[in-house]
């Protein structure tokens, strides 16, 4: 069983930055696939950056060049580097860990307000 802690939403002005991380405890971290989706109220939840154990990214259209996804396998830690922060990017957001044949975890999610 895996349990993922995340940090570091909040609120901040639109061009701003922030850093989100996620402290996975009780698995094999660096076997792991980790990453983040993000929700709106109303709308489905949807995928914003992934990160393989071997270290290759996977980003979505609408965050490439803005966010920076990485992990610390030493630390259990992932985390999201969000720069150029806009009004649209507000949403919960949600760590998860994922590997083949194990369920999909998921952190208990951190709220990001982007406004003025």
């Known amino acids: 069983q895996v349990q993922l802690v995340e940090s570091g939403g909040g609120l901040v002005q639109p061009g701003g930055s922030l850093r989100l991380s996620c402290a996975a405890s009780?698995?094999?971290?660096?076997?792991?696939?980790m990453g983040w989706y993000r929700q709106t109220p109303g709308k489905q939840r949807e995928l914003v950056a992934s990160i393989i154990s071997g270290g290759s990214t996977n980003y979505a259209d609408f965050v490439k060049g803005r966010f920076t996804i990485s992990r610390d396998n030493a630390k259990n830690t992932a985390y999201l580097q969000m720069n150029s922060l806009q009004p649209e990017d507000t949403a919960v957001y949600y760590c998860?860990?994922?590997?083949?044949?194990?369920?999909?975890?998921w952190g208990q999610g951190t709220q990001v307000t982007v406004s003025s």
């Open positions: 998860f860990a994922t590997r083949p044949r194990y369920p999909v975890y």
């Open positions: 009780g698995g094999i971290f660096s076997l792991y696939t």
